[in-house]
């Protein structure tokens, strides 16, 4: 019979996160930051996917070293007419993902203006996240280190938006959602960075859901 001590569960938080960005064009993912969510909710890429209306609303977990965080994230409808509604979701929210689209630069512009609101409106001390996302429709580098396919989608410079969020003060990253690359990481750095004080206990059940709020 062992006499080992049985490891305590880790402590579990939940934090509101919203997503804001302008919604794609074209038959590219109709919305950027929700085929990024997908990818993060259920690692799932879906090319054709109707665009949200309104919100939707999805749980994840991620597990931290030390607790573990349970997103409820709201998934916020990029089309113009649905903008009145964002103050609705990212109100009490602890963080936020602005995600723009790489290859279009008046997505960064609109990007832009969705993290002044937040600056000027969202709760004090919101962790906010800059995403380019569409990564894999852009250059990457060879094994000589030269820039291969793709080059010319690029409409925003990394070294631009890197720049602008750290102005900002705001975690940036750049994501594709198609292939999932550094979409986790996304979420574990946003669950790191948000302060001991602004975490709170769980909330409901631990399922994964998906809810559509019109």
Not at 45 to 65: R, V
Request: some cysteine; proline content about 6%.
């Amino acid at each position: 019979m062992s006499d080992g001590a049985t490891p305590l569960p880790k402590p579990s938080s939940s934090v509101k996160l919203v997503l804001l960005g302008e919604a794609a064009v074209g038959k590219a993912p109709n919305m950027t930051q929700s085929s990024l969510v997908m990818r993060f909710v259920n690692n799932d890429f879906q090319d054709n996917k109707e665009p949200t209306i309104g919100a939707a609303f999805l749980t994840q977990k991620c597990t931290l070293p030390t607790r573990t965080i349970k997103f409820e994230i709201w998934d916020t409808a990029g089309q113009e007419r649905f903008a009145s509604l964002a103050p609705m979701y990212y109100r009490n929210a602890q963080a936020a993902l602005v995600v723009y689209d790489i290859t279009k630069p008046a997505s960064l512009i609109k990007a832009q203006h969705w993290v002044a609101e937040l600056q000027r409106q969202a709760s004090p001390g919101i962790v906010i996240a800059l995403v380019g996302n569409k990564l894999d429709l852009v250059a990457s580098a060879g094994s000589d280190g030269e820039e291969v396919e793709g080059e010319d989608a690029r409409g925003v410079p990394a070294a631009q938006a890197r720049s602008y969020a750290e102005e900002e003060g705001l975690l940036f990253f750049e994501t594709s959602a198609k292939t999932g690359e550094r979409v986790a990481e996304v979420f574990t750095a946003i669950a790191g960075a948000i302060p001991e004080t602004q975490l709170k206990g769980p909330r409901g059940g631990q399922r994964v859901e998906e809810r559509r709020v019109e």
